[in-house]
Protein backbone atom coordinates (compact mmCIF):
# COMPACT_ATOMS: atom_id res chain seq x y z
CA UNK A 1 0.00 0.00 0.00
CA UNK A 2 2.92 2.47 1.02
CA UNK A 3 4.82 1.64 -2.92
CA UNK A 4 0.94 1.91 -4.26
CA UNK A 5 0.90 5.66 -2.14
CA UNK A 6 4.44 7.01 -3.71
CA UNK A 7 3.68 5.99 -7.01
CA UNK A 8 0.13 7.49 -7.03
CA UNK A 9 -0.36 10.09 -4.31
CA UNK A 10 -1.82 9.62 -1.25
CA UNK A 11 -4.50 11.54 -1.69
CA UNK A 12 -5.45 9.52 -5.03
CA UNK A 13 -6.05 6.23 -2.36
CA UNK A 14 -9.43 5.26 -1.55
CA UNK A 15 -9.49 5.15 2.02
CA UNK A 16 -10.83 2.27 2.64
CA UNK A 17 -8.05 0.31 0.85
CA UNK A 18 -7.28 -3.17 2.45
CA UNK A 19 -4.04 -5.45 1.62
CA UNK A 20 -6.47 -7.67 0.22
CA UNK A 21 -7.86 -4.74 -1.94
CA UNK A 22 -4.29 -4.69 -3.91
CA UNK A 23 -4.26 -8.87 -4.69
CA UNK A 24 -5.41 -10.14 -7.42
CA UNK A 25 -8.47 -9.14 -9.51
CA UNK A 26 -9.00 -6.86 -6.80
CA UNK A 27 -6.14 -5.07 -7.39
CA UNK A 28 -7.81 -4.27 -10.84
CA UNK A 29 -10.83 -2.85 -9.34
CA UNK A 30 -8.77 -0.90 -7.06
CA UNK A 31 -6.46 0.82 -9.78
CA UNK A 32 -9.75 1.79 -11.32
CA UNK A 33 -11.06 3.04 -8.26
CA UNK A 34 -7.67 5.44 -8.02
CA UNK A 35 -8.47 6.19 -12.06
CA UNK A 36 -11.56 7.47 -11.10
CA UNK A 37 -10.76 9.65 -8.34
CA UNK A 38 -7.64 11.02 -11.18
CA UNK A 39 -11.24 11.80 -13.18
CA UNK A 40 -13.14 13.18 -10.85
CA UNK A 41 -10.41 15.81 -9.50
CA UNK A 42 -9.90 16.80 -13.14
CA UNK A 43 -14.13 17.08 -13.68
CA UNK A 44 -14.01 19.64 -10.29
CA UNK A 45 -11.45 21.47 -11.99
CA UNK A 46 -12.59 21.64 -15.55
CA UNK A 47 -15.92 22.46 -13.76
CA UNK A 48 -14.99 25.39 -12.02
CA UNK A 49 -16.77 28.93 -12.99
CA UNK A 50 -18.99 26.99 -15.06
CA UNK A 51 -22.86 27.47 -13.75
CA UNK A 52 -23.86 24.51 -12.45
CA UNK A 53 -26.31 23.48 -15.34
CA UNK A 54 -23.38 23.37 -17.46
CA UNK A 55 -21.36 21.07 -14.85
CA UNK A 56 -19.41 18.03 -16.63
CA UNK A 57 -20.16 14.91 -15.50
CA UNK A 58 -18.34 11.17 -16.51
CA UNK A 59 -20.12 8.81 -17.85
CA UNK A 60 -18.34 5.39 -17.81
CA UNK A 61 -19.07 2.87 -20.71
CA UNK A 62 -17.01 0.82 -20.09
CA UNK A 63 -14.65 -1.46 -17.13
CA UNK A 64 -12.87 -4.20 -18.89
CA UNK A 65 -10.98 -6.65 -17.16
CA UNK A 66 -8.36 -9.42 -18.45
CA UNK A 67 -5.18 -11.28 -17.89
CA UNK A 68 -2.64 -12.47 -21.18
CA UNK A 69 -0.29 -13.23 -18.84
CA UNK A 70 -0.43 -9.88 -16.32
CA UNK A 71 -3.85 -9.03 -15.02
CA UNK A 72 -5.15 -5.68 -16.84
CA UNK A 73 -7.85 -3.18 -16.49
CA UNK A 74 -8.98 -0.51 -19.32
CA UNK A 75 -11.72 1.88 -17.98
CA UNK A 76 -13.93 4.41 -20.95
CA UNK A 77 -16.25 6.88 -21.07
CA UNK A 78 -17.24 10.46 -21.85
CA UNK A 79 -17.60 13.81 -20.64
CA UNK A 80 -20.95 14.70 -20.65
CA UNK A 81 -23.06 17.80 -19.86
CA UNK A 82 -25.55 18.02 -17.73
CA UNK A 83 -27.88 18.90 -20.61
CA UNK A 84 -27.17 17.06 -22.26
CA UNK A 85 -27.27 13.59 -20.61
CA UNK A 86 -30.91 12.73 -22.04
CA UNK A 87 -28.70 12.30 -25.55
CA UNK A 88 -26.35 10.04 -23.38
CA UNK A 89 -29.08 7.70 -22.57
CA UNK A 90 -30.63 7.76 -26.04
CA UNK A 91 -26.82 6.68 -27.86
CA UNK A 92 -27.81 3.28 -26.32
CA UNK A 93 -25.11 2.25 -24.81
CA UNK A 94 -26.88 0.20 -22.02
CA UNK A 95 -27.83 -1.99 -24.50
CA UNK A 96 -24.09 -3.30 -24.84
CA UNK A 97 -23.67 -6.41 -23.71
CA UNK A 98 -19.77 -4.73 -22.07
CA UNK A 99 -21.97 -1.61 -21.01
CA UNK A 100 -21.00 -1.05 -17.56
CA UNK A 101 -21.76 2.50 -15.66
CA UNK A 102 -19.94 1.73 -12.67
CA UNK A 103 -16.26 1.40 -12.88
CA UNK A 104 -15.93 -0.60 -9.62
CA UNK A 105 -18.33 -3.42 -11.81
CA UNK A 106 -15.78 -5.21 -14.40
CA UNK A 107 -16.02 -7.18 -17.27
CA UNK A 108 -13.80 -9.91 -17.39
CA UNK A 109 -12.86 -10.82 -21.20
CA UNK A 110 -11.67 -14.25 -21.42
CA UNK A 111 -9.18 -14.69 -23.75
CA UNK A 112 -8.61 -17.56 -25.62
CA UNK A 113 -5.52 -19.44 -25.97
CA UNK A 114 -5.49 -19.52 -30.33
CA UNK A 115 -3.01 -19.35 -32.72
CA UNK A 116 -3.56 -16.68 -35.56
CA UNK A 117 -4.65 -19.52 -38.02
CA UNK A 118 -7.09 -21.09 -35.34
CA UNK A 119 -8.45 -17.26 -35.15
CA UNK A 120 -8.45 -17.30 -38.80
CA UNK A 121 -10.15 -20.33 -39.48
CA UNK A 122 -12.81 -19.27 -36.89
CA UNK A 123 -13.25 -15.81 -38.54
CA UNK A 124 -14.62 -17.18 -41.56
CA UNK A 125 -17.30 -18.58 -39.50
CA UNK A 126 -18.49 -16.31 -37.62
CA UNK A 127 -20.72 -14.24 -36.93
CA UNK A 128 -22.73 -17.50 -36.56
CA UNK A 129 -25.89 -18.68 -37.94
CA UNK A 130 -28.22 -18.71 -34.68
CA UNK A 131 -27.82 -22.65 -33.42
CA UNK A 132 -24.59 -23.52 -35.73
CA UNK A 133 -21.13 -24.38 -34.05
CA UNK A 134 -18.36 -22.85 -35.19
CA UNK A 135 -16.11 -26.11 -36.74
CA UNK A 136 -12.93 -26.28 -34.26
CA UNK A 137 -10.90 -29.01 -36.10
CA UNK A 138 -8.76 -29.52 -32.70
CA UNK A 139 -9.90 -26.35 -31.36
CA UNK A 140 -11.25 -26.99 -27.58
CA UNK A 141 -14.75 -26.19 -27.50
CA UNK A 142 -14.01 -23.63 -24.49
CA UNK A 143 -11.66 -21.28 -26.54
CA UNK A 144 -14.43 -21.62 -29.64
CA UNK A 145 -17.02 -20.32 -26.95
CA UNK A 146 -14.64 -17.80 -25.16
CA UNK A 147 -13.91 -16.42 -29.16
CA UNK A 148 -17.34 -16.20 -29.79
CA UNK A 149 -17.97 -13.57 -27.49
CA UNK A 150 -14.97 -11.17 -28.36
CA UNK A 151 -14.39 -11.84 -31.59
CA UNK A 152 -16.06 -8.82 -33.14
CA UNK A 153 -13.46 -6.19 -30.19
CA UNK A 154 -10.51 -8.95 -30.73
CA UNK A 155 -7.31 -6.73 -32.09
CA UNK A 156 -6.17 -8.15 -35.78
CA UNK A 157 -2.83 -7.87 -36.34
CA UNK A 158 -0.88 -8.10 -39.85
CA UNK A 159 2.60 -9.54 -39.84
CA UNK A 160 4.87 -7.06 -42.08
CA UNK A 161 8.28 -7.98 -43.26
CA UNK A 162 10.38 -5.28 -45.16
Given at each position: KETLRQAVGGDLIPINLLPSDLAGWNASKAMRRIMR????????YRNGGRPKTNHFEWKNILTFEYADGAKMTTIG???????HCAHFDKCGFSS????????DDGYRIEIPALTYRELGHLDRQLPKVEGVVPQGNGIPGV????????????PKFTEAIM
Open positions: NVIDRAIVGILVEKGLEFYKPDVDIEKYQKIYRYF
